[in-house]
């Protein structure tokens, strides 16, 4: 069934749903950042043997491979936006953020579950890969055709801007529980868990934000053009 938006939208509509574009783009990178400032504290933990440098390197290289599957999720999350819109690829991408954090929050060290924790932590950062990948270019097309044709460069920055910002909430977080909230015994024991929780929770919220969003109307238009053509086709 094609998506169909309202006839000309409010601006009310055309902001919300540019912001929780924007939102849904923020926690994604905060949640990929939120990775790599905390890879200190849980790095022995899923690594327990061989010395520290031994242990940061391992962790190194599974961030390294969340590298690796962003050009297929921008890929795959590229095509789905083609054909099932772009509302949808951004919500499918905010749902494999959560999944990705979930199991890193969730998951037992190498002392409880030995091999397994570093395969789920492996699992767990290819799936966020994917949906990085798949946010960016989907986000940036969303935030472009949603804006006004006059604003188009203004609003489309916001794809950037909510990636720096990600980034500095993640550092922000991790400033804040050393100096603050936490130990460092017990960052390394328990509190490394609780930026990938926030992160979850955020994309839960994100992913509610964007169940409100409208369809773009270039897709709309693109998909009936296509559905008439097939009809045309048919008789």
Known sequence: ??????????????????????????????????????????????????????????????????????????WLLGRYADRHGRKRALMLSVVMMCGGS?????????????????????????????????????????????????????????????????HLIALAVLIALQRVFLTDEQLRDWGWRIPFAIGAVAALVALWLRRNMVETESFCRRDASHADRGQAQGT
């Open 102 to 166: 979930l199991i890193i929050a969730c998951t037992p060290g190498y002392a409880t579950i030995g091999v397994a924790a570093p395969i789920l932590l492996v699992l767990a950062r290819l799936l966020q890969g994917l949906s990085v990948g798949g946010e960016y270019g989907t986000s940036a097309t969303y935030l472009s055709e949603m804006a006004t044709r006059g604003h188009r460069g203004f609003w489309s920055s916001f794809q950037y801007v909510t990636l720096v910002m990600g």
């Open 1 to 74: 069934m094609t998506p169909t938006p309202p006839t000309r939208l409010t601006s009310a509509q055309r902001l919300r749903s540019i912001f929780s574009g924007s939102v849904g783009n923020l926690v994604e990178w905060y949640d990929w950042y939120v990775y790599a400032a905390f890879s200190l504290y849980f790095a022995e933990i899923f690594f327990p043997g061989g010395d520290r440098t031994s242990q940061l390197l391992k962790t190194a290289a599974i961030f390294a491979v969340g590298f690796l599957m962003r050009p297929l999720g921008g």
